[in-house]
């Protein structure tokens, strides 16, 4: 019985490790908002969203969107309102700007999806990382570049940096690499 356990355990340790080894990074893609307008020929338009725009031209750090993402375990995505308490202001004499607002009135409470990297048995924690100096940009990329979404998030690169083996210049403490720091 217990030559039976073990092989069991080893079997699933096995099975987890090559999840986190062997997966493929997605390719990156923009975000969009997912509106209900329609263009002549009844297509749903979406609406790209411009990190950079935010960013870069009007100084909203990550968290000013994503709540969470400083404090807690979760960054969250923005709702319909939060984008809205904004765009209610006048911004800009950009054309754009009139077609956003009626993408956002005809938008869903929740019109961005969240698409995890991680599997469900992995956890992570934003505010602890944050916490320890790593930035937004550290594991999500330039926000300048408007193709989020083809971070690598594995196994490797986590225990790499966990490990301290990633760039000397960001001067991060090592952190833990025992199994059950990150899987539940």
């Known amino acids: ?30 975000t969009s908002l997912q509106a209900s ?7 749903a338009t979406a609406i790209a ?9 009007i100084g909203l750090d990550c968290a000013h969107c994503h709540t ?11 709702s319909k309102s939060d984008c809205i308490d904004c765009h209610r202001l006048p911004l800009t004499e950009n054309p754009g700007i009139e077609i956003l607002e009626v993408a956002l009135k005809n938008a869903p409470s929740q019109p961005w999806v969240k698409k995890s990297m991680l599997p469900d048995h992995v956890q992570f924690h ?13 594991c999500h990329g330039n926000y300048k570049s408007d193709s989020y979404g083809g971070e690598k998030f594995d196994m490797r690169t986590c225990l790499a940096c966990h490990r301290g083996e990633t760039d000397a210049s960001r ?14």
């Open 68 to 78: 969470g993402a400083k404090t807690a375990a979760h960054a969250y995505m923005p």
């Open 37 to 43: 307008l329609s263009d002549a020929g009844g297509n």
């Open 126 to 138: 934003h505010g602890v990382h944050t916490v320890a100096g790593v930035s937004c940009d550290e």
């Open 49 to 57: 969203f411009k990190h950079a725009l935010h960013g870069d031209s």
């Open 1 to 30: 019985m217990k030559y039976f356990a073990v092989t069991v355990l080893g079997a699933i340790f096995a099975f987890l490790l090559a999840d986190f080894m062997l997966a493929q990074p997605s390719s990156p893609q923009s």
């Open 171 to 184: 001067n991060f403490k090592r952190a833990a690499t025992y199994c059950a720091a990150c899987h539940r």
